[in-house]
């Protein structure tokens, strides 16, 4: 049961470099996210997509973009990286979202990112 | 607008004792509760959550929430605490996909 996908788990990025955190699903899920995980500031939302094609803004959206050219993936990428994009970033997927939020967001086991 | 709040950053309970971890939302209309476990260097893990019906919710591991509308509460508990239940607990309300600031919980021998 593969679930969410992400790669790589770990990467050391230097500053002004750009990269693409890779992330697929495997459960045919229309709803996909990107949550960023940094110390006592629990998560927040990066992007999210309801199907493919089809993007939107979360909470902390500057610094990144993201593309939903399939239903299975969603990359995330990192223009000009900065010190303030060292986080743990999580890739996340449901088969609902905010049309019916009841439906129980499924987690990718995270990607460590540092920016030196 | 913070949603969703925990308000202890650190809960410490002995095993073998009842435990509860504290979750507060604000939300308009009718709010979608869920909890979330994370241990060490891993994704997030579902729990349990409130959608509707009972306001008692059972969930894996032992782990229960009680729904309080009046108090907008959702609190998470365990009649008996495990050394294994050491871990990052989130509360989240799916309304508007807003995660709390997490709580660890360590539960010592």
């Known amino acids: 049961n593969a679930g969410v996908t992400q790669t790589p788990k770990f990467h050391i990025l230097k500053i002004g470099q750009s990269m693409t955190l890779q992330c697929t699903q495997d459960?045919?899920?229309?709803?996909m996210y990107w949550y960023r995980q940094d110390p006592g500031m629990g998560l927040k939302l990066i992007y999210y997509?309801?199907?493919?094609?089809?993007?939107d803004k979360g909470e902390v959206p500057n610094g990144y973009n993201v593309s939903r050219s399939t239903t299975e993936d969603f990359p995330l990428r990192l223009e000009l990286a900065a010190p303030s994009q060292t986080s743990v970033y999580f890739c996340?997927?449901?088969?609902?979202?905010?049309?019916?939020?009841?439906?129980?967001?499924?987690f990718g086991e995270g990607s460590w990112l540092t920016v030196v | 607008a913070q949603s969703v709040a925990q308000p202890e950053d650190q809960v410490n309970v002995a095993e073998g004792n009842p435990l509860t971890v504290k979750c507060t939302y604000s939300?308009?209309?009718?709010?979608?509760l869920f909890w979330y476990v994370q241990y060490p260097n891993r994704g997030l893990q579902f729990l349990l959550k409130?959608?509707?019906?009972?306001?008692l919710v059972k969930g894996s591991y032992g782990f229960e929430a009680e729904f309080n509308k009046s108090q907008t509460s959702f609190h998470l508990k365990k009649p008996s605490a495990l050394v294994s239940d050491s871990a990052l607990y989130f509360c989240?309300?799916?309304?508007?996909?807003?995660f709390g600031a997490g709580t660890r919980l360590t539960v010592k021998p």
């Open positions: 997509s309801v199907g493919a094609g089809i993007t």
């Open positions: 989240a309300v799916m309304n508007d996909m807003r």
């Open positions: 996340a997927s449901s088969y609902a979202g905010q049309g019916y939020s009841g439906n129980t967001i499924y």
């Open positions: 939300v308009s209309g009718n709010p979608y």
């Open positions: 459960m045919n899920h229309n709803y």
């Open positions: 409130y959608i509707t019906g009972d306001n």
